[in-house]
């Protein structure tokens, strides 16, 4: 079984002029993968082309093996989806909307009506199951958002913005679930977030999205290896230092009494050497890693 989840290459995507995706190139693989961007990126214009729920103007999508152009009815059983937006009918209790997706997904109404409580089980509400939607908080009905993409045992979950609208307890508590829902049940998830903390928390991978293009797609374990240069501590002004690099051809960022430096060789012993000659204390030397906030500021440039 292929490892690729999604594979988009050249896609496009217009609303008259407006150009939101513009030859968008990615490989979304097994796991959680986050999908970054600030507003505007595209992040739920591709998510509605992955469903098939919008034709694309030119390039190839390929998400569970098939084309969601031309087979959006069938790729849509093995998918689960939670929008963004709260518009859920106040009126109708949770149990039965859930019941509701999972027979629009191809259950009989037996089995839906079973998978849906297991699934209002699964994210805490079953209690609350037969309540009208309506009167529940935002957290709870972001949680059946949850309940009715799950229901159906999906292959891949798209979560657009899952923690929208949420207090810092129901945050936690939902990035909580959607860990254990990729963990515990297998279900890969494309989540799609503004949030950088959210994605770092609970994500594998990441897809950054920037002017309809990708700007960066990797592993978040490949990231945080990865070395930019030194991070140096001194129990002085680190100016003296800084300027003396600098003379040396290296970058050297100020930031407070620590320095960042990159772009020379040998830089550590460079480093060394310059803070015995200036005779200034050093507290700390260390290779300093890139962030997904340095990855994602670079992107969206």
Same mark, same amino acid.
């Given at each position: 079984m292929s490892d690729i989840v999604i594979s988009a290459r050249g896609v496009q995507k217009s609303y008259g002029s407006n150009h939101v995706l513009q030859g968008l190139n990615c490989e979304v693989g097994k796991g959680i993968t986050g999908l970054l961007g600030p507003n505007g990126a595209g992040k739920s214009t591709f998510m509605g082309l992955i469903l098939g729920l919008r034709p694309r103007q030119g390039g190839e999508l390929n998400v569970l093996g098939v084309d969601p152009d031309r087979s959006g009815p069938e790729l849509r059983t093995r998918l689960g989806y939670a929008p963004e937006h709260h518009d859920l009918p106040g009126d109708v209790q949770a149990a039965d909307l859930v019941r509701h997706i999972a027979q629009l997904h191809g259950l009989p109404r037996r089995v839906a009506t079973e998978r849906a409580s297991n699934a209002l089980w699964q994210v805490g509400l079953g209690e609350e199951r037969f309540r009208p939607i309506g009167t !529940?908080? $935002?957290?709870? #009905?972001?949680?059946?958002?949850?309940?009715?993409?799950?229901?159906?045992?999906?292959?891949?979950?798209?979560?657009?913005?899952?923690?929208?609208?949420?207090?810092?307890?129901?945050?936690?508590? !939902?990035? $909580?679930?959607? #860990?254990?829902?990729?963990?515990e049940f297998g279900i890969d998830i494309l989540l799609s977030s503004h949030l950088l903390e959210e994605v770092e928390r609970v994500c594998d991978s990441v897809v950054i999205l920037a002017n309809g293009i990708v700007g960066h797609s990797g592993t978040l374990q490949d990231l945080g290896s990865a070395a930019s240069g030194f991070k140096v501590e001194l129990d002085s002004d680190p100016e003296p230092l800084a300027a003396a690099l600098v003379a040396r051809g290296a970058a050297a960022a100020v930031d407070g009494h620590s320095l960042i430096v990159s772009g020379v060789d040998s830089a550590s012993d460079l480093i060394r050497d310059l803070v015995a000659d200036l005779g200034l204390g050093l507290r700390r030397l260390q290779p300093r890693r890139t962030t997904l906030e340095d990855v994602f500021i670079e992107a969206s440039q």
């Open positions: !529940m908080s $935002t957290g709870q #009905r972001q949680r059946v958002k949850m309940a009715q993409a799950l229901a159906h045992d999906p292959d891949l979950l798209l979560l657009d913005e899952p923690t929208d609208g949420l207090d810092p307890v129901q945050r936690d508590d !939902m990035l $909580t679930l959607i #860990r254990r829902v990729g963990s």
